[in-house]
């Protein structure tokens, strides 16, 4: 081929579009979308089945999802969560659709917040034959007349669609009763997921029979024990995972439910069940030796025994003992040597310091947890010789730590995190409050010799002052403790050892520095240089300024959500520096950042255009008016916060509602 000036032009060929799917398999999902803008034969790779095996799309219910909802038939597959649906044509019109196009592709429905009738429903379900989850937590307005799937016609339809359905979310359903439950599970033979948390289900009493549960048969007011353990006899060939969190099971009950002959559960999760004991843990597993998943978490009655017990479980996954107050070190170095566990929740475990955590992981590498996740918020007897010793021992598994609200972890701590954990990829150090610009550097601190500036003497002073007689100076209050700063002499010294920085974190994608007050954009410009970041908080640190905010948005593209609340540092400058670069972001949180105004606003409409969520509450100098006009222009925004913008006064106002 020739150009206009006789020249030979050469033509770059096209790769194969295998080639671009293999490539674009080894990215993120953000960074795919972006990809897929690149051209129409990067958009229609990223379309391949094989990278979208896991995409849900989520959405509201209005007049412009329909389009949306023709567009998806194009897949071959699909999953949906539609919120906000209600009984009003234009959610009719929307459920005729998804029936209409994605019937036989829907793998997944949720429709959480909506008041969907009985009749939409009964009407869409047949229509949903490939249908493996679907999720009616909170949706009382289908059972609440206990009229729904009461016609042995509409039972048949559903049964015909539902045949292979395998997990079934019935969360938070004030109306379900043995009646509904049992029509509802009858058209869905092969369940291997169960969730009722929430629910009020009867497993000692009936209130309203005034008889012990199983009496009476099948009720129409309450579910009960008796139409439960009927439904895990039936289907014990295939449930796995069962979720009865929230609910009032008693010891006994959990004991019947346990000893259903046939069942191997593989997931139970009994959060926030404030009856049982160590005993009815003890039972569980005995009866249950095969549980994978254990959540017994705000049980606030479990102690060491219950800890004891699980170590037990062999093939044990994941443990979460979050809340357990009554828990101490005890029992939690047998725990971790059990080297199945790979996920570990102690947060608010008060007594928990990590002595007995170290010991359990010191044995031999075969016989010890290789955890991925740890959580250990709130555990303030954790120090920074526990952390050294942690992180040491799990530097090759470890991927997520939390140590929110650790308050005796300092800048020691996060040296050994730097030095030994730099696969994570999850770091919470929200609340630690010792951390300072030294620690997330990773370099010695600079001692200097201070002379009393407030006075410029070194003799006692007396004066009148009560508390205060001049033979010494009174302790100075943590507020009023400034972060000591960095000097252009310490970054030198730092930009030669940047390996025990936080830049050693390389595979980051999410941090939380959110109240560690003794942080300054010293280090925040330095370290927080992150391509994968997803997610980063950055709230409550008083000494940021627009420096750290336009640093990171520089670095850290990839940002979906930023949280800077109350950081009365930030103003529109930082935020026209930083909104052309954080195109991708869709959750931003600037709650009591008073030198944001509209001009922000106006900034975030031109560059942000994926908003999903902006908080900008008590942020006095935007008018509500500009607020109106950027929810008419950001069509993803669906959560926006903005009380008492506006100057409005917030004590008149809390007085009013009052």
Not at 422 to 439: F, S
């Amino acid at each position: 081929m020739e150009n206009c000036d006789g020249e030979d032009i050469v033509e770059t060929p096209e790769l194969p579009l295998e080639i671009i799917v293999y490539i674009l398999s080894f990215l993120h999902p953000s960074d795919r979308k972006e990809s897929s803008l690149v051209c129409r034969t990067w958009y229609i790779a990223s379309q391949d089945y094989s990278l979208q095996k896991n995409v849900t799309f989520c959405f509201p219910a209005s007049a412009s999802s329909l389009e949306l909802i023709r567009g998806l038939g194009r897949k071959s597959r699909c999953s949906l969560v539609i919120s906000q649906l209600d009984g009003h044509s234009i959610s009719r019109s929307l459920l005729q659709e998804v029936g209409l196009c994605l019937g036989p592709k829907l793998e997944s429905l949720a429709l959480p917040g909506s008041s969907i009738t009985e009749a939409s429903l009964l009407d869409l379900l047949p229509r949903l034959t490939s249908l493996r989850r679907l999720d009616l937590r909170g949706l009382d307005s289908l059972f609440m007349s206990g009229a729904f799937l009461s016609r042995e016609e509409h039972r048949r339809q559903v049964r015909s669609a539902l045949s292979g359905l395998e997990e079934l979310d019935l969360s938070d359903l004030r109306y379900l009763s043995d009646l509904t439950f049992n029509r509802l599970t009858g058209c869905t033979p092969r369940l291997r997921r169960l969730s009722l948390a929430g629910c009020h289900i009867a497993f000692e009493f009936d209130p309203y029979q005034g008889c012990p549960v199983g009496a009476v048969e099948d009720s129409s007011a309450l579910l009960s024990l008796r139409n439960l353990r009927k439904l895990l006899t039936e289907q014990k060939s295939t449930l796995i995972a069962l979720d009865l969190s929230r609910t009032s099971i008693t010891p006994e009950s959990l004991r019947t439910v346990a000893q259903v002959p046939g069942l191997t559960l593989e997931e139970l999760s009994l959060h926030g069940c404030k009856e049982l004991t160590d005993y009815s843990v003890e039972v569980l597993v005995k009866h249950q030796p095969s549980l994978q998943r254990l959540d017994i978490s705000a049980c606030k009655d479990l102690t060491n025994r219950s800890v004891e017990a699980t170590a037990g479980l062999k093939s044990l996954t994941r443990l979460s003992l979050s809340q357990c107050w009554r828990i101490t070190e005890k029992g939690l170095a047998d725990l971790l040597s059990v080297s199945s566990l790979k996920s570990l929740d102690l947060s608010e475990c008060l007594h928990i310091s990590g002595v007995e955590m170290v010991r359990g992981l010191s044995g031999s590498r075969t016989a010890r947890a290789q955890l991925e996740t740890l959580s250990l918020r709130s555990c303030t007897y954790i120090s920074d010789l526990a952390v050294f010793s942690l992180t040491r021992l799990l530097g090759d598994s470890l991927r997520e730590l939390d140590l929110t609200s650790c308050v005796n972890v300092t800048d020691l701590s996060v040296r050994a995190i730097t030095t030994y954990l730099q696969r994570l990829v999850v770091l919470r150090l929200g609340c630690c409050k010792e951390v300072t610009d030294w620690g997330l550097l990773g370099i010695e601190e600079t001692a200097k010799c201070e002379h009393d500036q407030d006075t410029g003497e070194k003799e006692p002073k007396f004066t009148r002052t009560f508390g205060n007689m001049g033979f010494f100076k009174p302790p100075r209050l943590p507020f009023e403790d400034r972060p000591k700063l960095v000097t252009n002499n310490d970054l030198e010294q730092f930009k030669h050892q940047t390996a025990t920085s936080l830049l050693a974190l390389s595979r980051l994608q999410e941090l939380d520095l959110s109240s560690c007050p003794k942080l300054t954009d010293s280090s925040i410009t330095q370290v927080v240089r992150y391509p994968d970041l997803h997610r980063l908080s950055l709230s409550m640190l008083p000494e940021i300024t627009d420096a750290s905010l336009e640093s990171v948005a520089r670095h850290c593209r990839s940002l979906t959500s930023l949280a800077l609340v109350h950081c009365p540092g930030i103003s529109d400058r930082g935020i026209a520096q930083a909104a052309p670069h954080l195109c991708r972001l869709q959750h931003l949180y600037l709650s009591c950042c008073n030198k944001i105004t509209d001009r922000s606003l106006f900034l975030l409409m031109q560059h942000c255009k994926r908003l999903q969520t902006l908080d900008i509450s008590r942020c006095k100098n935007i008018c509500v008016t500009t607020v109106d006009l950027l929810q008419s222009q950001l069509p993803f925004l669906e959560n926006i916060n903005y009380r008492f913008t506006g100057g409005a006064d917030l004590t008149l106002t809390l007085g009013l509602n009052d």
